[in-house]
């Protein structure tokens, strides 16, 4: 049996040096790996280092591939899931260069370029690297499906931008037909996927499409606050509000009126999000807004919304009373929805009859009486809220 050592007494016994002899010996004093599956590893990985083929076997985490690679290296690493990345540091390295050693730069002080790699001792990479920006490079390590997520949204979206430039042209000259044939070529639909996958991942609520005088502004609202993402040639925009209007089955050719719409949007093979869309037209083009509904941020636990154990305790008591009424108020983004539909998961129960009134419906609710508002033919809120009366209800909201 191995006794489990921590990483502050492993450096003792090995004199507090961190770049150690043997890779193998550090995983087995930390207890990570038994000699049986470094012996397995190995079999089934040649060529590559321990850790690595531990890690394709599934006996290393993650996590503890970065843990050890950063110990046994001195390389210290980056969360890139949590590590504001700007584009203009981004920029500084082409696509190629990126994917072939799976390095992002990070962060560019002076002279000196932070770039988070998967294997932060490639020699080749980060000469290559330097001698492509000029700059000093000091690696950090990263973790491989961190890496693949920031090539996959930012790198694969530029390549895609690129491509739709050099289709793009003054939106005046489109015509509805040749607009309806270019939005489905790969480089807008990858460049339209991308975007909206990029939003799901960063979790914002909102993506903002927004023309301006001489480009296009791709916004973000996250935790509120928007935040600009990407800014596309001017020239880009008739065929990504395009694009959009298909995937929500709008009319592309009615450019002067607002149109609403839905989108359902893959972000994988398991997992959708609902998108409602609107436009609105403005004196530099179409606007549009998208709502991103994910099941997964809407449907909180009560105990997932941060209230304190007191006002967790008091709102619970408040929503499960038998009368009164519950307001709910704050800003675009604030989490109106979110607190409305979990509390209302919360109580949700098969011996009572719940109902909503909303404009529009932004996710169904199992067992849920959900009804739309449709001000054109007269069925308003308040027309809604009287009808609801008549249904003998318990909850309406």
């Known amino acids: 049996m191995y006794e489990l050592l921590d990483f502050e007494t492993i450096g003792k016994l090995h004199g507090g040096e961190k770049m150690f002899q043997s890779l ?12 049986e599956q470094i012996q397995d590893a190995r079999q089934a990985n040649k060529g590559s280092n321990i850790a690595d083929a531990l890690s394709e076997i599934g006996v290393l985490t993650q996590q503890q591939y970065i843990e050890i690679m950063e110990f046994h290296l001195g390389v210290p690493h980056v969360n890139l ?49 330097a001698m492509a920006t000029g700059c000093q490079v000091i690696p950090v390590i990263a973790a491989k499906s961190e890496l693949d ?21 003054p939106e005046d000259e489109f015509d509805v037909e040749e607009l309806s044939l270019m939005v489905d070529d790969a480089p807008i639909v990858r460049l339209v996927d991308n975007m909206i996958e990029q939003a799901v991942n960063e979790g914002a609520s ?50 002067r009126v607002p149109q609403d719409g839905r989108i359902k949007f893959m972000v994988d093979e398991e997992n959708s999000v609902d998108l409602r869309m609107n436009t609105m037209p403005t004196i530099y083009g179409e606007k549009v807004v998208l709502r991103i509904l994910n099941p997964e941020s809407i449907l909180l636990k009560l105990t997932d919304l941060g209230f304190s154990n007191f006002n967790y305790e008091k709102f619970k008591d408040i929503i499960t009373r038998a009368y009164g009424m519950v307001l709910v108020s704050g800003p675009t983004g604030s989490g109106k929805t979110t607190t409305l539909y979990s509390a209302l998961n919360f109580i949700n129960s098969p011996n009572l009859n719940l109902s909503t009134v909303e404009d529009p419906v932004e996710y169904r609710l199992a067992g849920v009486n959900q009804v739309n508002v449709h001000s054109k033919i007269g069925m308003t809120f308040d027309a809604g809220l009287r009808a609801l009366l008549r249904q003998d209800p318990d909850i309406i909201m």
């Open 24 to 35: 193998e010996q550090l995983l087995l004093d930390t207890g990570m790996a038994t000699p």
């Open 81 to 129: 899931d949590t590590f504001q990345l700007k584009p203009e540091v981004l920029k500084l390295l082409d696509a190629d260069l990126v994917k072939r050693y799976k390095s992002v730069p990070v962060e560019k002080v002076g002279d000196r370029l932070t770039v988070a790699m998967a294997d932060p001792k490639n020699v080749v990479a980060i000469d290559d690297i």
């Open 149 to 169: 997520k920031v090539i996959r949204q930012y790198y694969t979206m530029r390549e895609s931008m690129e491509r739709v430039v050099q289709e793009a042209k």
């Open 206 to 255: 909102d993506i903002h499409v927004e023309p301006r005088e001489e480009s296009l502004i791709i916004r973000y609202r996250i935790d509120g606050l928007l935040h600009e993402r990407m800014t596309p040639p001017r020239s880009t925009h008739p065929l990504v509000v395009s694009r959009l209007k298909i995937m929500a089955s709008l009319d592309i050719a009615e450019r």
